[in-house]
């Protein structure tokens, strides 16, 4: 059995990881040194487009539950990742260019792996192929025809992704470095806070910044433009990306009216992102009206924040538990197209493809992990054919069945989850050697 990856994203190298460490040769096709999509700017593998986070890194947190669970499964990503961390609390968040890096030279030096640069326009397969689509959120033109032909609908909204400016030209004597509650080091965040006419004024402004796209999008929730999410109310950012709690200004002792936080981009610290800053503004607005934030008046913008197209398939009508496809098991799906939501569940959904490419090549039975654990409880959600209104999903502790009796303090009801996950998983694994 031949088996070929088409995507060398999150998914995609997870999914021929897999598949190269189980023995078997396998083909991973990518496009960027022929073509690159709007949000990619380099040519490695598993390039992170949008923030360089991945989020928390507490077992008692869905998001370090999930990463968790993935190194236990080989994770490449995971494995990475933590080489390359760059300090951000309690988050796990990496040099992004070395991260790829990384990733790249452990997937083009693994000898089971067979590297191309090539833009596929059709989705096919050989007989005896075992094809899997890790093409990520932004596949349009041919292949996206080619694969709506097979899939039926196919469904779309749009992200968003957040500006980066340079450490040394933010001003300090009006910003301050901390981590909510104190959670990691002093210089894991910059912190920029408003006092209340300061706030509305910005506010203000930003709903009335000029937009790159005149049209509405149908973003999803978690990617929300700051300037959208501005227009729901004048409170409505202070209760969200801009909510002050946990943090101290140093200069008046009290906590500020509002805060935008910039986390570390690179390991050097010369980088920093808004957080939850994604933008759809125009690059000279952008400037304009981000420059009204204390401390970023002359800061010097690295990169300013796009809007592009995310394109995912209607999964709950179309896929197994296991990401492969109901009217044809030998093609599987895996990362954002399948509508996972996020860095490490895409990657997640590309070992659990993977892995379960292997054995159907080896005439074994599917491996889905139960849904206590995150991995399961995603492969449920994306397969569960009684969803009507598919929408992206990412790791979050709603999507576990509750603990009975029900533990009142969250931390403890949360860990308590993660531990139940922890032990389903291993006893998962047991099962299937």
């Given at each position: 059995?031949?088996?070929?990856?088409?995507?060398g994203?999150?998914?995609?190298?997870?999914?021929a990881?897999?598949?190269?460490?189980a023995g078997?040769?396998?083909?991973l096709?990518?496009?960027?040194?022929?073509?690159k999509?709007?949000?990619?700017k380099t040519?490695?593998?598993?390039?992170?487009?949008?923030?360089n986070?991945?989020?928390?890194?507490?077992?008692?947190?869905?998001?370090?539950l999930?990463k968790?669970?993935?190194?236990?499964?080989?994770?490449?990503?995971?494995?990475c990742?933590?080489k390359?961390a760059?300090?951000?609390?309690?988050?796990l968040?990496?040099?992004?260019?070395?991260?790829?890096?990384l990733?790249t030279?452990?997937?083009?030096?693994?000898?089971?792996?067979?590297?191309k640069?090539?833009?596929v326009?059709?989705?096919?397969?050989?007989?005896?192929?075992?094809?899997i689509?890790?093409t990520?959120?932004?596949?349009?033109?041919?292949?996206?025809?080619?694969?709506?032909s097979?899939t039926?609908?196919y469904?779309s909204?749009?992200?968003?992704?957040?500006?980066?400016?340079?450490?040394?030209?933010?001003?300090?004597?009006?910003?301050?470095?901390?981590?909510?509650?104190?959670?990691?080091?002093?210089d894991?965040?910059?912190?920029?806070?408003f006092?209340?006419?300061e706030?509305?004024?910005?506010i203000?402004?930003?709903?009335?910044?000029?937009?790159?796209?005149?049209?509405?999008?149908?973003v999803?929730e978690?990617?929300?433009?700051?300037?959208?999410?501005?227009?729901r109310g004048?409170?409505?950012?202070?209760?969200?990306?801009?909510?002050?709690?946990?943090l101290?200004?140093?200069?008046?002792?009290?906590?500020?009216?509002a805060?935008?936080?910039?986390?570390?981009?690179?390991?050097d610290?010369?980088?920093?992102?808004?957080?939850?800053?994604q933008?759809n503004?125009?690059?000279?607005?952008?400037?304009?009206v981000f420059?009204?934030?204390p401390g970023?008046e002359?800061?010097e913008?690295?990169r300013y924040?796009?809007m592009?197209?995310?394109?995912f398939?209607?999964?709950?009508?179309?896929l197994?538990?296991?990401?492969?496809?109901r009217s044809?098991?030998?093609?599987?799906?895996?990362?954002?197209?399948?509508g996972?939501?996020?860095y490490?569940e895409?990657?997640?959904?590309?070992?659990?493809?993977?892995?379960?490419?292997?054995r159907?090549?080896?005439?074994?039975?599917?491996?889905?992990?139960?849904n206590?654990?995150?991995l399961g409880?995603?492969?449920a959600y994306?397969?569960?054919?009684?969803?009507?209104?598919f929408?992206?999903m990412?790791?979050?502790?709603?999507?576990?069945?509750?603990?009975?009796?029900k533990?009142?303090?969250?931390?403890?009801r949360?860990?308590?989850?993660?531990?139940r996950?922890?032990?389903?998983?291993?006893?998962?694994?047991?099962?299937?050697?």
């Open positions: 059995m031949k088996f070929r990856v088409i995507g994203g999150l998914a995609g190298v997870e999914a990881w897999q598949i190269a460490n078997c040769e396998v083909e096709i990518d496009m960027k040194g022929i073509k999509s709007p949000a990619h040519e490695l593998l598993a390039e992170l487009v949008c923030s986070s991945l989020k928390a890194s507490r077992l008692d947190s869905a998001a370090g999930l968790e669970e993935m190194l236990r499964l080989g994770s490449l990503t995971v494995e990742a933590k390359c760059v300090p951000a609390g309690g988050a968040a990496v040099d992004r260019d070395e991260f790829s890096k990733v030279d452990r997937i083009k030096s693994h000898k089971n792996i067979i590297f640069t090539e833009l326009t059709q989705l096919r397969r050989d007989e005896n192929e075992i094809v689509v890790a990520g959120p932004l596949t349009d033109g041919a292949l996206a025809e080619s694969i709506s097979i039926g609908d469904l909204f749009y992200d968003a992704a957040a500006p980066i400016v340079t450490a040394e030209s933010v001003d300090m004597s009006k910003a301050f470095g901390a981590s909510r509650y104190e959670r990691g080091g002093d894991d965040y910059i912190n920029c806070p006092n209340k006419e706030y509305e004024l910005f203000e402004e930003l709903v009335n910044a000029q937009g790159a796209v005149l049209h509405d999008f149908d999803y978690g990617c929300m433009p700051i300037e959208k999410l501005a227009k004048l409170d409505a950012p202070r209760f969200g990306p801009m909510k002050p709690v946990g101290i200004d140093p200069r008046t002792g009290h906590r500020p009216w805060c935008v936080q910039l986390r570390r981009e690179n390991a610290g010369t980088m920093f992102n808004l957080v939850g800053f933008t503004l125009k690059f000279g607005e952008q400037k304009r420059s009204m934030i970023l002359n800061a913008f690295v924040g796009v592009h197209r995310n394109s398939i209607n999964s709950p009508k179309l197994n538990s296991d990401f492969s496809l044809d098991g030998n093609i599987f799906f895996a990362g954002q197209i399948t996972v939501e996020g490490m895409s990657a997640a959904s590309g070992i659990i493809a993977g892995l379960n490419a292997v159907l090549s080896q005439n074994k039975s599917s491996f889905v992990p139960t206590v654990t995150m409880a995603l492969c994306i397969s569960d054919e009684s969803v009507k209104y929408q992206p990412g790791a979050n502790f709603g999507v576990l069945p509750p603990i009975e009796p533990i009142k303090d969250k931390r403890e949360y860990m308590a989850l993660a531990k996950a922890i032990n389903s998983l291993e006893s998962d694994l047991e099962n299937i050697k």
